[in-house]
């Protein structure tokens, strides 16, 4: 079956530690997508890429890093220097021959720093 | 900038009939988008409207003018498992093809 796959579903990390979360995509999706959800905030974009070896920023990228060596894989790095890292994380991807139109998203990462 | 706005909670009664609006404002229109997103669980699709005008799927219906910068996701014979979150987005025109999400509206269903 495709999809997206996200783990692990619950993270609990250290403050001052860096912690990279996975996405892996099998749907050969071109474009992918990391998003933060808060409370009342709606889904913020981190990162995203549409081609492998490029990503672009989003609206929230302080304190994150990505990387895209692979097409179907898209890791999230949460540095000690992001402020508030506790958080829903969503990854998505999306399809160039279709317009990039529907996203398809992973089940999510929940961070909790303690 | 964009600027996407609903409701932040409505509720309503299993079997009845619910419309939740969304109003935006972008630098260009290339794309409505509603998604439903049960609690700690991943967005899923429901509909994409490019062109003015109602599409229909099952239950759920989705509405566009974009002369008005508005959209209604209808949702008709309300079931316990629609209580949800129900997401709107947006794709603006100039390339990058990236939705701006507004912030949600939660569903409740009451029995």
């Known amino acids: 079956d495709g999809g997206i796959t996200q783990s692990p579903k619950y993270l609990f990390r250290k403050e001052g530690q860096n912690v990279t979360l996975s996405c892996e995509q099998n749907?050969?999706?071109?474009?992918m997508y990391w998003y933060r959800q808060d409370p009342g905030q709606g889904l913020r974009l981190i990162y995203y890429s549409q081609i492998v070896n490029d990503f672009q920023k989003g609206d929230i990228a302080e304190g994150y890093s990505v990387s895209r060596e692979k097409k179907e894989s898209f890791p999230l790095t949460v540095t000690s220097a992001q402020k508030n890292p506790t958080a829903f994380y969503l990854c998505?991807?999306?399809?160039?021959?279709?317009?990039?139109?529907?996203?398809?998203f992973g089940p999510g990462t929940r961070l909790t720093v303690l | 900038g964009q600027n996407i706005d609903q409701p932040t909670e409505m509720t309503a009664t299993e079997g009845a009939i619910v419309q939740i609006n969304c109003t935006y404002q972008?630098?260009?229109?290339?794309?409505l988008f509603w998604y439903q997103q049960h609690a700690g669980e991943a967005p899923t699709f429901l509909s994409y409207?490019?062109?003015?005008g109602l599409e229909e799927k099952g239950r759920f219906s989705s509405f566009l003018s974009r002369s008005k910068g508005y959209s209604y996701l209808l949702l008709k014979e309300l079931q316990m498992k629609d209580s949800a979150s129900y997401l709107c987005?947006?794709?603006?025109?100039?390339?990058?093809?990236?939705?701006?999400f507004g912030r949600g509206t939660s569903l409740i269903v009451h029995p």
């Open positions: 749907l050969n999706h071109d474009a």
């Open positions: 409207n490019v062109l003015d």
């Open positions: 987005a947006v794709h603006s025109s100039g390339g990058s093809y990236i939705p701006t």
């Open positions: 972008t630098s260009g229109f290339n794309g």
């Open positions: 998505a991807s999306s399809a160039r021959d279709r317009g990039y139109n529907e996203q398809f």
